[in-house]
């Protein structure tokens, strides 16, 4: 036993693992107990069991298994990491422990089921036990089986999703094995538990004994709801409450609510699997169908018939079927078959649903059309038929077809028409039942009830029955107005009866409940409370004939009318309805009013009233005024006294003061009395008649008032109107429509009668005289407000003139409201008014629209036009378009029908010729603006179909295609689109264009609307596989939605959606949401406008600012909609929440503005020490970690909230990366102005972007680079060094990054590596890289490697840390990875060091296996044959980072110079790897023919000028260079309100200033540009510049035209200015070309010019004459690199390409400025290849050819310049070499070839090259015959070398050395000495050359240099550095020389000497002087000028720099890099350079 004792000792993980099975058995008892002992969830302790708890269950071992699975079971309960393990537990539970004989072990296992079930992981189980049932053993089965059973009776089937298991069930019951189908069937009577009759259809089809045996079983379950008894671990609030309950003894109420909550109904549609059964139908099909025979026919549907009876069916293309059915049931003439084919299309639409709701359009009116048909049977195949296919579609989109057929004469039509209304109401709930809807189905139903034929009377009664009792009654009755009581009381009674689909609620009741309040309490529910209770008690009166008063408790009977306008419920009549009812009155003979009157009115007064004497008669009615003041309401005969009043003279009275009193008392009775239309009508006429009267009229109108305010404005209104125009007097009219005008602002709209006043309008508008016409404009201009835009609709026929007219007066309201009604309503409810005044107002919009006069483009829409638009040939085709477009153009507004139209538009959605089908999109587009809200009913089967045209490749369609989707849903709302499968089908297609545009256009409508339909879950697992589509737009537009679709359906269930998901997708996904829920919008609030847009979606969306009221009038709305809405809206609380959230938004940016003015980081003294101290003291966690935790966060944000200000540290730690993408900016933008507070928070800055690194959004890591680049160039300039600790925090997590798969990031990584080695020192770098080089990741280990390379290539061996001997044996073993990038790069690596260090490297790598070993020996032979393997790997990489540094160097809108030091080491790591190609006779490596690899050699070489563009600033000092070009401040000062004051339009503005630009006097021209600098240096205004840069470039060009011309020859002029206005134009050009997105707008010909004025001013001599003309000409220079850089690239080369040849073709033209020209275009092809991709080479490539066309070969032989021929050839050379054969694919803009030579061209280069790369064997042997006799000679030679090298390497010996090297060159002309040069510096190496060449220009005296001798002692005295101070190589010198050409064609002769080849051709080139030299002067002397220059500089510096301290250890190998190694290095110390070289030259020998 002694073994024992030995496991004994391990720990229980290690125990559980053993291979003894004791030592498991022991170790799962103490795991068991330490799982029961552990407290907390989240304790670190569990995570170490996650890999184990599969094997506790799966042991081999039977009695461990047990104590396994018992331990396993307490992991899950108890872990919070158990959910990790579910899938490999559960199916190692299926199928290891379900096997088990132990019926202890089964238990336990469906325990841990179960369990895991309870954590949340219910999908993964189920989907393992469903695989369980594959299996083979009958046992595993069984329990599969039974665990489903029990988990699905425990926690019920809305966590265990039924529709898996219940597809699986007939398979159980086939079983052969008794125990499965047993167990199988204890399952089936579970299910039928939950479910019920749903699980009958999908077990059709089991064996008929099992079914009955099923049948009895299911009869004995109870019929009690069943409950769910175990709860997941987010239902605890519900498991105590079911606990409870439990206690109480369940409270069935508490059941009640808790069924709702537990039980799902669940559909047995949705169990079911589609079938397919397009294909099925008989091939035949559609021939049979169209037989003569009937029994062909017949048989034809018979087989439709046996398909559609499956009740599911696939989704597909039904439209044809449809077709024909429908014309089987229209046109058949056998009855039966009508039958039949009625019946296939129920069958079609039970099986299809939803899907089928596009066809219901079409079949709808054919189906009532036949009800005509008597036989039963037909009718009832009908009436199923039409029944289904309600099901399938939404009674809005039928109602037209509906509607239709509502006036048919046939009774029976009738009869079914209302029958099927009424079964359709029943399907209804109140929202989808709305107000605009009833309207019209009422109307037409009352004509029903009061028809002759008594069936169509009863079926009317239960139409209006059902729809009272699904509205209520508040809905339905305003259009119950004028039913008698009798048919009042028939409808309520069938109300009764009806049984509603939806539950037991009626409408009204619910409301009643809702509105528990009385009026006048709580002033927020006063309103629709009192309304309710006032509306009922409008309403029951209503029946009576004749009502004194209502005694209902609610306010004066006066009030009546205005309850009902301000209950908002009733329609356009709906308001006088119950008003008429009250006050109903007969006409009453004169007699009888005589009598009545007698018995109010004293007898003098009735005697008077027809005297004579006008002084009676106003007596008269002094006396009748008096007793009209007196009398009480009830007691006033209204009727008799109007009566009376206008009996003779009545209205026809002379005297006007009796005629005043007259109308006065008619207003007094009509206010005082209860007045009625019957008496209204007696005066009214002569109301009228007085209104135009200049006396009376505002009596009359005051009376016309109060009659309005008795009877209602819309009747008193139509009355009056009516009147008006009967008669002739246009100043009635005019006065009547002015009346009209200002009732209507003091009424509201509510209920007028559009129509008739539109055409009252239309004539007074024709009316003669001027007041009739201005009137009726006015009255326009007033129902302008409340209809908005539609009205002008109706008008558009007018002429012109009149047109304006209105057109002017609808302007002056737009933006206005409408007023508030203030009479005509109830006074005693404050809010119900308004309330009233939003929906009538919505109602009122709907009218208009609905009352456009619609044209029937029916018949125009023939089959010859239908078949035309499907032509094959697309002309025709296109010609069909055209006509349908012409038809809707002449028709304006059209009705719905439009019959084949839309099946023909579809089919050209798919046209192949574009051009068509955008054609169709703006037909469909006019096509939603000519049906209006009826488009609706065409959604489906053509608004999908557009959004299909979503995803099409053009841009141009997709756009069409947006905008038409938009016309329409302007018309239709968003419901109709989200309803069914439709939209989730097109976001499944796998298409970018498709899914971007489609996700945008919802992110965009969704959150507007206040409901959705449930449908829009279908799109929720498309919209997840968007979020991780391979496409990035799409990913983002993804992104974008999210929040919205989680805003209409809640986080619950998104996060509930992600189940189906891949692991590694769902936590994606749910983290995405967790960010969405962050940033989610509250819903709309619900009284605002959208509202019953969405739900009714009738009134377009345009017209909602004409008709949106003032906010605060919302407030009370709500409660008042139909109850369905208030449930959606969340009653009262969320609209507060609304409220709140708006607030919270709109906070921050009122404090924003305020705060962003301060600095960003705020510096606190000693923060970053005491920081250091609290982290070394362990006082705060170290920044170390795999993923950043919280507490890590919450650390940061602490730390923080001291130094960053309040405001970015919030978009900081936003949840959102939109906001870190904002904090990054601003960032950037303080970098430069706040350099020391970001030094004082860099340790915290640089946490926080670590922080980033761990983000997976790419646009927030590409802004983090980028701002990473520019911090450590900012810090190598401020000399910075990192601290330890700020490095340790950072760094690893940077190179974590460097493995990432974009390769645009891992370049950016590395550049930004590279850039730290000069704030931290390179050997400490090492270090962490090599720590990264251990990563999982290969891309990493392979980069990390390669960054090795590169340090140690830059810095020695001494990088190496901790020994080189230690770091290589590292980088050796990755010689053996298993990844070939990370082989190559370990490989390119050591041989890297092997090329620095010799074979010392084998020493140092130690034992490597022999397979290593051989691919490395390999490899660094090939290096050595053929150095491009490793070493120009580099080259290409290193010049990139060059680039970059250089295009971060600019924006940091400082010269590049300042970069300086960074790029020389870059450069000079470039050289150097060149140089050693070179060496090793590396002509190979370009793989070009002779002829052009010279004429690339010497441009690059010159390029060292060219990089710079100027290089003949070499004269100048440096620091000037950087003085900022001067802009005169104080005027900027002044100018600047001026600008922003400007009120006129922006771009006008931006005109005005850009004219000033080009102005003639200089002070205009300068304050102009002034102004446009300070836009353009203000970021949030620079955009208003876009659109304006090609005017501005034209407007700075001309006046450096106008200087050249004009000012500089001006001898009056004070040169001053000019230097001044120089300064302001290249200032503010110089500002313009930093911002990229400007500059890019700048087009070709106006680069052109520009870049013509920028070079003539370069060479205007003039210029230099100035005082401070240098500095202008250096600033130029700088202008210059910025256009060159940062305009649009193809822009520039095109520009470049076409001024060269216009200067080559000017005989004016000087030399100097085609050779300007050329350097510019050198410095473009040398940026070729980072921007070869955004170059549109189309262009390029024409340009080219028209040049060639110009300058033909021979044309070009007579040109003594050969170089413009040269840099084409270099431009083709660079294409061909960059784009390779594809280039040929980019002559398509070329029309001729022929033309030019340039096709021939390109052909020879790519011939060349690839015959190159071809045949690199045969150089080899070429140049073999040389190398064996060089390495013969090699070991004398190299003695000798070794000797005359050492002289040279000493102090005394120089000269004499150098005289012998050339004397030994000289003598062995091919002797090489590029090896010994080649370990040298590169300092060293040009200080030989130099001294070679100096000697050899003496000797022959091919120079004229005075003092050589003077000059080498100063190179001995000096060891002169390379001259990286002239203001040429600042601006980007290659390494570090500038020197003239000539030197470089001295070593190209070398160079070719070397390989034998002649000189002779050389000697004529003239040489290419640099840029501004003198040309007088030679070029070898003026190089001599420059060391001149240069020694005196480094002298005077000497004494500046003495304390410039270098690193010693990266001396050992880079000589001149870092000596320059900083920007204030202007000349480094020359001591140390001496000290230095001694170094190097004692560690050489």
Request: hydrophobic share 40%.
């Amino acid at each position: 036993m002694g073994d024992d004792s030995e496991w004994m000792k391990l720990p229980i993980d290690q125990k559980c693992e053993h291979k003894l099975w004791k030592a498991r058995l022991n170790g799962y008892e103490e795991a068991l107990k330490l799982f029961q002992k552990i407290d907390d969830e989240k304790s670190p302790e569990w995570s170490k069991y996650l890999g184990l708890i599969k094997k506790f269950v799966t042991d081999s071992n039977a009695v461990a298994q047990l104590k396994g699975l018992e331990a396993a079971l307490a992991y899950v309960e108890n872990a919070h990491v158990a959910g990790k393990t579910t899938g490999e537990v559960a199916s190692g539970v299926v199928t290891k422990v379900f096997n088990q004989p132990k019926a202890r072990a089964k238990e336990l296992g469906l325990d841990i089921c179960l369990m895991y079930i309870e954590i949340e992981k219910g999908e993964a189980v189920q989907e393992e036990l469903l695989k369980g049932l594959d299996n083979k053993n009958p046992k595993i089965i069984v329990a599969c089986i039974e665990t489903l059973r029990k988990a699905l009776s425990e926690f019920g089937s809305k966590i265990i999703s039924l529709k898996p298991i219940i597809k699986v069930l007939p398979k159980l019951f086939e079983s052969r094995e008794k125990a499965v189908r047993d167990e199988a069937k204890l399952l089936a009577v579970e299910i039928y538990r939950w479910i019920r009759d749903a699980l009958r259809p999908p077990l059709q089809n089991i064996n008929s004994v099992q079914l009955k045996e099923l049948e009895e079983e299911w009869v004995k379950v109870s019929s009690a709801a069943p409950k769910q008894t175990r709860f997941l671990r987010s239902q605890q609030e519900l498991k105590a409450k079911f606990e409870q309950q439990q206690a109480v003894g369940g409270d069935a109420d508490g059941g009640d609510d808790d069924e709702e909550e537990a039980v799902p109904q669940v559909d047995a549609y949705e169990l079911l699997e589609a079938v397919e059964i397009l294909s099925k139908l008989p091939k035949d099909f559609y021939e049979k169908i169209e037989a003569k025979k009937w029994q062909e026919r017949k048989e034809a549907l018979e087989a439709v018939e046996v398909l559609v009876k499956n009740p599911k069916l696939e989704s597909g293309d039904y439209a044809d079927l449809v077709k024909v059915l429908k014309k089987v049931v229209g046109k058949d003439t056998n009855v039966m078959l009508v039958a039949l084919a009625a019946k296939c299309l129920a069958g079609l639409a039970t099986g299809l649903r939803k899907k089928f709701g596009q066809y219901a359009g079409h079949v709808v009116p054919t189906i009532l059309e036949k009800f005509k048909e008597k036989k039963p049977q037909v009718v009832q195949a009908l009436q199923e038929a039409i029944d289904a296919i309600f099901l399938t579609t939404t009674l809005q989109n039928i109602s037209e077809d509906v509607l239709a057929v509502m006036d048919n004469k046939n009774p029976t039509i009738k009869q079914q028409t209302s029958l099927f209304i009424a079964r359709s109401f029943r399907h209804c709930t109140p929202s989808t039942l709305p107000k605009s809807l009833l309207k019209p189905f009422c109307a037409a139903l009352l004509k029903h009830i009061n028809d002759s034929a008594p069936e169509v009377r009863d079926a009317g009664f239960e139409a209006l029955g059902t729809a009272l009792k699904v509205a209520g009654e508040k809905a339905v009755n305003p259009f119950l107005a004028d039913v008698d009581k009798l048919k009042l009381d028939r409808i309520k009674e069938c109300a009764e009866k009806v049984e509603l689909v939806y539950g037991k609620k009626t409408g009204g009741a619910a409301e009643k409940k809702e509105s528990k309040p009385v009026t006048g309490k709580t002033p927020a529910l006063s309103g629709p409370g009192g309304d309710k209770e006032t509306k009922d008690a409008a309403a029951k009166p209503g029946s009576l004939k004749k009502a004194p008063a209502a005694k209902s408790g609610g306010p004066p009977k006066k009030g009546k009318p205005a309850a009902a306008t301000g209950m908002g419920g009733a329609g356009a009549k709906g308001k006088k309805g119950p008003e008429t009812k009250e006050i109903f009155e007969s006409e009453l003979s004169i007699e009888v009013c005589e009598e009545k009157a007698a018995a109010v009115l004293p007898a003098s007064c009735i005697q008077q009233l027809d005297s004579g004497n006008w002084k009676e008669r106003l007596a008269c009615m002094e006396e009748f005024q008096k007793a009209v003041e007196l009398m009480e309401r009830s007691e006033m005969p209204c009727q008799a006294l109007v009566r009376m009043l206008a009996k003779k003279p009545g209205w026809k009275e002379t005297n006007f003061q009796v005629m005043q009193m007259k109308l006065h008392i008619v207003a007094l009775i009509a206010q005082k009395g209860n007045f009625s239309k019957t008496s209204a009508q007696v005066v009214l006429d002569g109301l009228v008649d007085k209104v135009g009267d200049v006396k009376c009229g505002s009596n009359a109108k005051e009376a016309m008032t109060a009659i309005a305010e008795a009877c209602q404005l819309p009747w008193t209104a139509e009355q009056v109107v009516a009147m008006a125009f009967s008669q002739k007097n246009p100043k009635n009219q005019s006065e009547t429509l002015n009346w009209l005008s200002n009732a209507i602002k003091e009424f509201g709209f509510s209920g007028l009668n559009v129509k008739a006043f539109i055409s009252n309008v239309k004539t007074a508008l024709a009316a003669t005289n001027p007041a009739v016409r201005t009137s009726a404009i006015t009255l326009l201009g007033v129902m302008y407000l409340y209809v908005g835009p539609p009205l002008r609709m109706f008008f558009e026929d007018e002429k012109p003139a009149l047109l304006s007219q209105i057109d002017a007066e609808f302007e002056k309201m737009q933006g206005q409201t409408a007023p508030a009604p203030t009479r005509g309503i109830s006074r005693h409810s404050g809010g119900s008014g308004d309330d009233g005044e939003e929906e009538e107002q919505e109602e009122v919009v709907n009218d208009v629209v609905d009352l456009l006069p619609r044209t029937d483009i029916g018949d125009k829409i023939t089959a010859e036009l239908v078949s035309k638009i499907g032509d094959k040939n697309w002309k025709i085709r296109k010609e069909g378009l055209d006509e349908v477009t012409s038809i809707i153009n002449d028709a304006k507004f059209i009705q719905p029908n439009i019959g084949e139209l839309p099946t023909a538009l579809k089919g050209r959605l798919n046209d192949s010729n574009k051009i068509l089908v955008q054609q169709t999109l703006s037909i469909l587009q006019q096509l939603a603006t000519a049906m209006g809200p009826n488009i609706k009913q065409h959604v489906k089967n053509l608004g999908i179909p557009v959004i299909t045209v979503l995803g099409d490749s053009k841009n141009n369609v997709r756009a069409a295609a947006l905008a038409t989707v938009n016309a329409w849903a302007e018309q239709t709302g968003m419901k109709e689109w989200l309803e069914g499968e439709d939209l989730s089908a097109e976001l499944k297609k796998e298409n970018p264009f498709l899914r971007q545009e489609l996700l945008g256009w919802l992110a965009e409508k969704l959150p507007t609307l206040r409901s959705v339909p449930s449908d829009l879950l279908l799109c929720v697992p498309h919209l997840y596989s968007c979020l991780e589509d391979r496409n990035g737009d799409v990913r983002k537009k993804a992104q974008d939605a999210l929040p919205f679709f989680m805003m209409h359906l809640g986080f619950e269930k998104m996060a509930k959606a992600t189940g189906k998901l891949k692991p590694t997708s769902k936590d994606q996904v749910l983290a995405m949401l967790e960010k969405a829920k962050a940033n989610m919008p509250a819903k709309p609030a619900p009284p605002a406008k959208a509202s019953s847009r969405a739900v009714g979606g009738a009134a377009p969306a345009k017209f909602q600012p004409a008709s949106a009221l003032a906010e605060d009038s919302g407030s009370n709305t709500m409660e008042s909609k139909p109850d369905a809405k208030k449930a959606k809206a969340g009653g009262p609380s969320s609209k507060a929440k609304g409220v709140q959230g708006k607030k919270v938004l709109s906070k921050p940016n009122l404090k924003e503005d305020d705060d962003k003015s301060g600095p960003i980081f705020i510096i606190v003294p000693n923060g970053k020490e005491q920081r250091m101290k609290d982290e070394k003291g362990l006082k705060v966690l170290k920044w170390n970690f795999t993923t950043p935790r919280d507490e890590y966060i919450e650390q940061l944000k602490t730390q923080m909230s001291s130094c960053v200000a309040k405001w970015l540290q919030d978009e900081m730690f936003h949840a959102d990366f939109q906001h870190h993408n904002k904090a990054l900016a601003v960032m950037i933008e303080h970098l430069e102005s706040e350099k020391d507070g970001v030094i004082s928070c860099l340790d915290l800055i640089l946490k926080w972007l670590t922080l980033r690194f761990f983000d997976t959004n790419t646009s927030v890591l590409m802004k983090t680079l980028e701002y990473l680049k520019l911090l450590f160039s900012l810090l190598s300039q401020e000399e910075y060094h990192l601290t330890e600790n700020e490095a340790s925090s950072f760094i690893p997590y940077l190179i974590l990054k460097v493995g990432e798969p974009k390769d645009v990031i891992r370049k950016d990584v590395r550049a930004i590596l590279n850039r730290m080695c000069l704030v931290y020192p390179a050997s400490k770098m090492f270090t962490f890289i090599m720590e990264g080089t251990k990563s999982k990741n290969s891309k990493q280990r392979a980069e990390c490697l390669e960054e090795l390379g590169c340090l140690v290539e830059s810095y020695g061996m001494n990088v190496c840390q901790p020994s080189p001997g230690k770091a290589l044996k590292e980088m050796a073993t990755h010689i053996g990875d298993r990844d070939n990038t990370v082989r190559n790069a370990a490989l390119n690596t050591i041989v890297t060091v092997y090329n620095v260090h010799g074979d010392q490297v084998f020493k140092l790598i130690g034992n490597l296996s022999d397979k290593d070993m051989s691919m490395l020996e390999e490899r660094i032979k090939r290096s050595a044959k053929r150095p491009s393997a490793a070493p120009v790997r580099q080259v290409e990489e290193k010049p990139q980072r060059t680039q970059n540094i250089n295009a971060n160097a600019s924006m940091l809108r400082k010269g590049p110079a300042e970069d300086m030091s960074s790029k020389l080491k870059i450069m000079y790591r470039t050289y150097r790897i060149q140089n050693r190609n070179m060496g090793s006779h590396s002509e190979t490596a370009h793989t070009v023919t002779r002829e052009f690899q010279l004429d690339l050699d010497e441009i690059e070489n010159d390029n060292g000028a060219v990089r710079c563009e100027m290089p003949a600033l070499v004269q100048h000092k440096l620091d000037e260079i950087f003085e900022p070009v001067l802009i005169p401040e104080p005027k900027i000062r002044s100018v600047s309100p001026h600008f922003d004051d400007m009120h006129s339009s922006v771009a006008s503005t931006i005109n005005f200033v850009i004219s000033q630009v080009a102005s003639g006097d200089i002070n205009t021209s300068i304050k102009g540009l002034a102004q446009i600098d300070e836009v353009l240096r203000q970021e949030y205004k620079v955009e208003v510049m876009s659109g304006h840069i090609d005017q501005f470039l034209i407007a700075t060009f001309m006046q450096l035209r106008l200087i050249y011309n004009t000012h500089m020859a001006d001898e009056k002029l004070d040169k001053d200015e000019i230097v001044r206005l120089y300064s302001c134009i290249i200032g503010s050009m110089i500002t313009l070309f930093q911002i990229e997105s400007l500059a890019r707008e700048a087009s070709t010909g106006v680069l052109k010019d520009l870049m013509h004025g920028l070079i003539t001013l370069l060479l205007d001599s003039r210029v230099e004459d100035l005082d401070k003309g240098v500095q202008v000409i250096r600033s130029v220079n700088l202008l210059v690199l910025k256009v060159l850089e940062k305009s649009d690239q193809t822009n520039m080369l095109s520009a470049l390409l076409v001024l060269l040849q216009d200067s080559l073709l000017a005989t004016a033209s000087s030399p100097k400025f085609s050779e300007l020209v050329m350097k510019c275009l050198w410095r473009m092809v040398r940026v070729l290849p980072e921007n070869i991709n955004s170059i549109n080479l189309d262009r390029i490539l024409l340009d080219v050819h028209i040049f060639l066309k110009a300058f033909p070969k021979e044309k070009l032989k007579q040109c003594k310049n050969s170089v413009p021929m040269r840099t084409l050839k270099t431009l083709l050379h660079s294409l061909c070499k960059l784009k390779g054969p594809k280039i040929l694919d980019h002559l398509t803009m070329i029309e001729n070839k022929n033309e030019s030579d340039l096709e021939a061209y390109l052909y020879r280069t790519l011939k060349y090259s690839m015959d190159q790369s071809g045949s690199k064997a045969d150089k080899d042997t070429e140049k073999g015959a040389s190398s064996i006799e060089e390495k013969a000679s090699k070991a004398k030679v190299s003695d000798i070398l070794a000797e005359i090298f050492k002289k040279i390497g000493s102090k005394e010996n120089t000269k004499e050395g150098l005289a012998e090297l050339y004397e030994y060159k000289k003598k062995y002309s091919d002797a090489d000495i590029e090896p010994f040069l080649k370990n040298s510096s590169q300092f060293f190496q040009s200080y030989v050359e130099r001294g070679l060449r100096l000697i050899e220009t003496e000797r022959e005296g091919k120079g004229t240099i005075a003092g050589s001798t003077g000059i080498s002692s100063q190179i001995e005295g000096t060891c002169v550095p390379a001259s990286t101070h002239t203001v040429s190589s600042s601006i980007g010198n290659t390494n570090g020389e500038e020197v003239g050409p000539s030197v470089y064609l001295e070593r190209l002769k070398i160079l070719r000497q070397r390989c034998g080849l002649d000189n002779a051709k050389q000697e004529d080139r003239p040489p290419v002087t640099s840029l501004l030299s003198k040309p007088a002067v030679p070029t070898v002397a003026s190089s001599t000028d420059m060391l001149h220059s240069k020694l005196s500089q480094l002298r005077e510096s000497r004494e500046q720099y003495q304390h410039l301290d270098l690193d010693s250890n990266q001396t050992h190998s880079s000589g001149l890099g870092n000596t320059l190694a900083s920007p204030s290095s202007a000349a480094a110390n020359i001591d140390d350079l001496k000290k230095r070289l001694e170094r190097i030259k004692s560690s050489r020998k």
